[in-house]
Each structure stands twice: as structure tokens, then as C-alpha cells.
Antibody, heavy 119, light 111 residues
Framework: QVQLVQSGAEVRKPGASVKVSCKTFGYTFTSFDVNWVRQAPGQGLEWMGWMSPNSGDTGFAQKFQGRITMTRNTSITTAYMELHSLTSEDTAVYYC????????????WGQGSLVTVSS | QSVLTQPPSASGTPGQRVTISCSGS????????VKWYQQLPGTAPKLLIY???QRPSGVPDRFSGSKSGTSASLAISGLQSEDEADYYCAAWDDSLSDLYVFGTGTKVTVL
């Protein structure tokens, strides 16, 4: 069955970077886009961006432009999201999610990765 | 700040019908299909509705979606205790700032 397994919790200091991985199982990795969504404590869902594992094409929410990268390693069916120049406002649970079908994000979700930014 | 507006809360007793609204604009709901997600406490979101009114495999038919103009709605019929969760609408947006936008979220309480 389709599974997305994310890397564990991370603690970073302000100004640092964090890279979250999303290992996928149970489907052809290059056939479905991966989106990244975050949720700050007690807050709603916030879309960060998408990546095509096939082409490597990406698209990001404007607020993250310039400090986010999304990459993939097709040989190990893993997607990555790296966020730079962290501040306390980046403390959140970060989710990867596979499209249900093209254009429908969030058909399958990872378990989430807590990133805490604290001095 | 989300561009899709939902009421912060909704409630009902078991068996009742609850409806959640989602208000957007011509660049998102007015042009693109709406999705709805359910997030149970402490868990990842789950896709409930896509393409305005389609249910993924395994989602009970108690959940239904509709859209009219720049607004959409999620209805939960025969409310059950396990439906107590946060619900989010979402849609692709054709404006330049955010490509995909979530609603503000609605907490559904089963009384």
C-alpha cells in the first residue's frame, strides 16, 4: 500500500537550515507530485510548495521563495524539503503529501516531522 | 492569512447534519476545484473530497461536497462522534502569490 515515511524531529537554532525527508513506498515515485504542508502549534494548514519527482520541477508559496528547496532522489524514492534561515516562526509540524491524482494534493500523507527552532 | 474563509466552529448532536462553508474568490474556488480535508486530533490530514464533490475510496458517503460560484460547502450527514475533527477546504489559486491555498479551518464538535 502507499506509504510516506518522514524523518524524525529536529531542533535548530535561529538562522540555521533543516532538511526533512519523505521516503515513499507502494507506488511509482515519479508518477505523482509531492506537496509539502506545515502546521504551526495550534494553527491551521499552510501550503509550502510542490515538486514533480519526474522532472524535478517545483513551485513555492511566495512567502517561502528564496529560502526553500525541494529535491528528490529517484533511486531511493525519497523527496526532500529544505528550509533555510529559520526563525521561531518556522516551528511547526511539516508534512509531505502525495497527490491522489494529478492536481489533487494530499491523497496520501506522511506522519509529519516536528521542527523546533529555538535558541 | 488564508484567502479561503471558513467558520471557526460548527457543532451538532449525533445523527444530525452539519454543514461547513468555504468562501473564496474568482482566482481559486471560482476557477478551480475544491478539496476538503479532515484532521483528527494529533494526526495528519486526510483527503475527504476532491473535484468539488468526489470521495476517495474508503470515505463514507455521509460526507458530501458542493460548490457554487466562489463558495463551497462540506456536509456531514448522520454525524458521528468520530467526526469530531478539524476540517479544511483548499483549492489551487491562479494568483501570483500562493499556488495552493487552504481555508482557515473549522472545528467540528459532536455534542
Amino acid at each position: 500500500q502507499v506509504q510516506l515515511v518522514q524523518s524524525g524531529a529536529e531542533v535548530r537554532k535561529p538562522g540555521a537550515s533543516v532538511k526533512v525527508s519523505c521516503k515513499t513506498f507502494g507506488y511509482t515515485f515519479t508518477s505523482f507530485d509531492v506537496n509539502w504542508v506545515r502546521q504551526a502549534p495550534g494553527q491551521g494548514l499552510e501550503w509550502m510548495g510542490w515538486m514533480s519527482p519526474n522532472s524535478g520541477d517545483t513551485g513555492f508559496a511566495q512567502k517561502f521563495q528564496g529560502r526553500i528547496t525541494m529535491t528528490r532522489n529517484t533511486s531511493i524514492t525519497t523527496a526532500y524539503m529544505e528550509l533555510h534561515s529559520l526563525t521561531s516562526e518556522d516551528t511547526a509540524v511539516y508534512y509531505c503529501a502525495r497527490d491522489l491524482k494529478y492536481g489533487d494534493p494530499g491523497g496520501f500523507w506522511g506522519q509529519g516531522s516536528l521542527v523546533t527552532v529555538s535558541s | 492569512q488564508s484567502v479561503l474563509t471558513q467558520p471557526p466552529s460548527a457543532s451538532g448532536t449525533p445523527g444530525q447534519r452539519v454543514t461547513i462553508s468555504c468562501s473564496g474568490s474568482s482566482s481559486n474556488i471560482g476557477t478551480n476545484s475544491v478539496k476538503w480535508y479532515q484532521q483528527l486530533p494529533g494526526t495528519a490530514p486526510k483527503l475527504l473530497i476532491y473535484s468539488d464533490n468526489q470521495r476517495p475510496s474508503g470515505v463514507p458517503d455521509r460526507f458530501s461536497g458542493s460548490k457554487s460560484g466562489t463558495s463551497a460547502s462540506l456536509a456531514i450527514s448522520g454525524l458521528q462522534s468520530e467526526d469530531e475533527a478539524d476540517y479544511y477546504c483548499a483549492a489551487w489559486d491562479d494568483s501570483l502569490s500562493d499556488l495552493y491555498v487552504f481555508g482557515t479551518g473549522t472545528k467540528v464538535t459532536v455534542l
